[in-house]
């Protein structure tokens, strides 16, 4: 009976934690592309109704569109660059930290 329970709990938290997870990655693309809007409106000058479609296709080309979002994020926002890399590089930090990790475990379970 507690098994059951403590199996219907985790299943729970499992779902709760994959909707937070849904919103907060659908936030962080939400910023992105209003970083890269703006971008597009400070730095080369495009207008916002012709940059919305722009940012939305520079979203699926990975280093133009985060260098533009960059801009956006840093010139109109008044962002630090670390801020503005890390909204557009978050996958690759956490990649490096979660690999540093798995390496620091690896290396103690060895000993």
Known sequence: MIEEFAHNAVEDCRGALR?????GY????????AAT????????G???ILAVPIALFLGY??????????????????????WAALLFFWPI?????????????EAVRRR
């Open 93 to 105: 930090v956490l990649l490096i930290v979660v690999g540093g990790f798995g390496a620091l475990f």
């Open 61 to 82: 080309l990975p280093l133009i569109g985060s260098v533009v979002g960059m801009v956006g994020a840093i010139e109109f926002w008044g962002w630090q660059w670390y």
């Open 26 to 33: 659908l936030l962080v693309g939400l910023l992105q592309i």
């Open 46 to 48: 495009i207008p916002t």
């Open 19 to 23: 909707i937070i997870g849904f919103i």
């Open 37 to 44: 809007i703006e971008g597009l409106n400070s730095w080369v």
